[in-house]
């Protein structure tokens, strides 16, 4: 069973900058689309960002686009989620997931292994 550990989290203040990271524990992730998702206080689990297999396909939330980056490794398993500019309302725990497709999948149900989430939080 594919275990991810996410890491980068942290706290920073409005207009910063934080590199969320998430290394998957087997190889055959490469094969699948990867997503970050977060969760705010008293608010459900909402969609981020999410990266097909190759890479070369992208999606991001409207409230995240310009501002964040989704991008991946397959030589080092992991995914990263680069945040600039960010605002209070980024605040939240982010997880990583791993979709059941290769493809780019924005749909939390479109996703079977999910890291156990780091914390964000961005100060005013």
């Known amino acids: 069973q594919v275990q991810l550990v996410e890491s980068g989290g942290g706290l920073v203040q409005a207009g910063g900058s934080l590199r969320l990271s998430c290394e998957a524990s087997e190889r055959p992730f490469t094969k699948y689309g990867m997503a970050w998702f977060r969760q705010a206080p008293g608010k459900e689990r909402e969609f981020v960002a999410a990266?097909?297999?190759?890479?070369?396909?992208?999606d991001y939330a409207d409230s995240v686009k310009d501002r964040f980056t989704i991008s991946r490794d397959s030589a080092k398993n992991t995914v990263y989620l680069h945040m600039n500019s960010l605002k209070p309302e980024d605040t939240a725990v982010y997880y990583c997931?791993?979709?059941?497709?290769?493809?780019?999948?924005?749909?939390?149900?479109?996703?079977?292994?999910w890291g156990q989430g780091t914390q964000g939080t961005v100060s005013s």
């Open positions: 990266i097909s297999w190759s890479g070369s396909s992208t």
């Open positions: 997931a791993v979709a059941r497709s290769p493809s780019v999948v924005v749909r939390e149900g479109g996703y079977s292994y």
